[in-house]
Structures are given as C-alpha cells and as structure tokens.
C-alpha cells in the first residue's frame, strides 16, 4: 500500500523474496508496468521514508531502522536533501556590513536568527531538519529583510501553511520579527491584518522620520508602538503592532495592527484606539479621533488583482439614455395602435377643396390655390 500511494500508476506489485538475520531484514522486489521507465531507485528510497516517516517510524505494529532502507545502491544517506526557504523581516535598521559574512554585525544577526528559528522549524519538521543553514540579509525598506535557505533529508508532509502558521506564533526574545512577513516556500500564515492610520497634532513632520534610521523617527515609532501595543494587546488573537512609515500632515502615522484568525473587527480595532486615546495623551501624543481611519484589512496571503475595466464611465450613461428613448418609442407606438391616432392625423391632413360644402359649384372656375380650407376631425 506505500509503494501504490507514493509510485502510481506504475507500480504493479511488491514480492517478498525472504527474511534474513538482523533484527529482521526484509529482502523484496517490486513490480513495475511493462514498456514504461521504472522509477529510480532514489526514488524508491525516497518513497518508502516519506511514508514510514509520517507514522513516526513505523509499519503497522513494526518498527522500521530508516537508515537500513536501500534499494541498490541508494540509501538515505544518499538521497538529496530537500530545501526550505524561510524569509521574513527583522525590525531592525539594515546596515551594509549585514551583507559581509565575515562582519561581526553579520555573524551576531546570524546566530540571533539561528537561535529563534532552528527551534522553531525542528518543531515542525523533526529530526528531518538538517542544520546550518545559509543565512542572508538585505535592505528591506531600511529594515533587514532575512533569507534562511534549510534542508531536509526527505521531504515533509507537514504543509508550508502549518509551517507558517507555527513560526508566526513562536515568540522570540534575540529579534524582533516582523509576524507578517513570514513566508514558508512562497507561503504566508494566516493573519488578518488592519491599515490604520492617525493623524499627531502636536508634531511636525520632518524629513527626518522618513528615515528609520533617525533618532526623531525611532523616538516616535517607539513611543506610539508602545502606546498602542498597551491599547490593543488585550483584544482577542492580538499578533502584533508595527508603526511601519509617517507621512506629512502635521504628522500621519501608518501603523498594521495584525491579528490571528477569529480576532476583533476593524470597526473594533477602531472603536478600542478611538476609546483608549488617553494612552497616547500621556506618552505625550496627541491624536486627532476623527482622523483615525482604517483602510481595508487584507490577509497575508496575496489577493488575486482585480484587472482595471477599460469600460468608460460615460459609456454607462449612453446606454440608460438610449434605453429609456427605445422604451419611450415602443410606448407611442402601442398608444398609436390602440387610439388610431394615425388614421386620424391622416384625416387632419387631408386637402379638401373649399367649395365641397357649397351646392351647384360645378361651375364655377376659380383658381383653387388662392384659398385652402381643412376639414379637422373632432
């Protein structure tokens, strides 16, 4: 049944050729289709310890040595390993000597990461999860974007969501990660996260907290995460608060309070700031209520786009117009009908000489262009 699952719809059958000493080896061959390419033996590893490895080592009621798998040359030692890539942001300011390995910036970073996320993925993946892996940092919008590239001995069927998932609710003391920014091969955990935005009256916007990097723009960013991570760390499935950019108007403050699943509305998330402003009065912030506005709320999974209707707007207004003027037509034409208003306007139309009504005018000769006369239905 484990060949059948995993090498379908080629394999045919399994036969046990015997039993041999050592614990107890099993010796079989399977049985491919005839006139099509057997897998490769790797293959057949491979196969066989996916299947084994997802019920902790085990085949019904016997336990089964993973490294005594072999199908001719191959073994598991052998097999390739399989890569996981995990990226993520750290809320830390990006410094260039982060992209030189041999830095004493790069190496603490390094092992700050290893340390919050080896843990984490081991307990995901287990024993498959092999160490040291190839750690790389760049500029993410001044802020260290992180690549870990891992491997695993065989691949796993634990899902990159789950993955995701797991590293999003793993709590970390050595780096300040970015919760939604977390992938797994491409994959995002599943986090509702809201665009607030909030106008500070008492402060002028400078260049200066344009750049992260700046003592007024980490003050600021500082003080109003705090506040606001003291407003909102009591509602239900709270994940995180990050202040992310300041825009100019007085100053405009960007922030993404993001949430697990089954957490508040953004009305709520609105109405709890709104009602909690005091906070931010006494860290010396003060917010406009009415300017707090929460853009719409977005997953961290990628939305599909919408593609932009080339369908203009005045086109809309041409059709209703040219709609209710055929539907007038239709109207007056039934109206015509039942009313035989055409036969009458016909009559109402018709010349008639002006001596019809006068007897004995036959012979009378009068030009009859010098005078009309209409006979008018009533």
Not at 9 to 15: C, E, G, M, V
Not at 151 to 158: E, M, R
Not at 266 to 294: D, F, H, M, W, Y
Request: proline share 5%; aromatic share 8%; net charge neutral.
């Amino acid at each position: 049944m484990l060949f059948q699952n995993s090498l379908k719809p080629l394999f045919l059958f399994l036969a046990t050729l015997g039993f041999w000493p050592g614990s107890v080896i099993v010796d079989s061959n399977i049985v491919f289709q005839n006139n099509t390419e057997a897998p490769s033996t790797d293959a057949i590893v491979r196969a066989l310890y996916n299947n084994i490895y997802t019920t902790n080592m085990h085949l019904g009621n016997f336990s089964l040595d993973v490294e005594s798998i072999q199908s001719n040359t191959s073994t598991t030692d052998l097999l390739k390993p399989v890569a996981v890539k995990i990226s993520f942001i750290i809320q830390k300011i990006f410094i260039s000597s982060l992209q030189n390995s041999s830095s004493n910036e790069y190496s603490t970073l390094q092992n700050q990461t290893v340390i919050w996320l080896t843990p984490a993925l081991t307990a995901s993946y287990g024993q498959s999860l092999q160490e040291n892996p190839d750690i790389s940092f760049s500029n993410g919008d001044q802020w260290v974007s992180v690549s870990a590239n891992y491997k695993l001995k065989a691949p796993s069927s634990v899902r990159n969501k789950s993955v995701a998932n797991s590293l999003a609710r793993w709590n970390s003391t050595s780096i300040l990660v970015w919760r939604s920014t977390i992938s797994v091969n491409g994959i995002k955990p599943d986090l509702v996260l809201f665009n607030v935005r909030m106008r500070i009256t008492n402060r002028d916007f400078t260049d200066s907290l344009q750049n992260k990097s700046s003592q007024e723009s980490e003050y600021l960013r500082g003080n109003l995460t705090e506040g606001l991570g003291t407003i909102l760390r009591g509602t239900p499935q709270f994940a995180e608060i990050v202040v992310d950019t300041f825009q100019p108007g007085s100053v405009i403050a960007n922030a993404n309070p993001t949430y697990f699943e089954g957490g508040p509305s953004e009305a709520e998330v609105c109405q709890t700031i709104v009602n909690n402003l005091n906070e931010l009065q006494n860290r010396g912030l003060s917010v406009e209520p009415s300017s707090i506005i929460i853009a719409p709320s977005t997953t961290t999974v990628p939305p599909v786009p919408q593609l932009e209707s080339s369908f203009p707007g005045y086109a809309v207004a041409i059709i209703v117009m040219c709609s209710l003027l055929i539907l007038a037509i239709l109207i007056l034409i039934i109206l015509a009908l039942k009313t035989d208003i055409c036969s009458k306007l016909a009559r109402a139309c018709a010349l008639t000489s002006p001596y019809t009504s006068v007897r004995n005018t036959e012979n009378i000769n009068l030009p009859e262009w010098r005078a009309h006369s209409y006979n008018v239905a009533h």
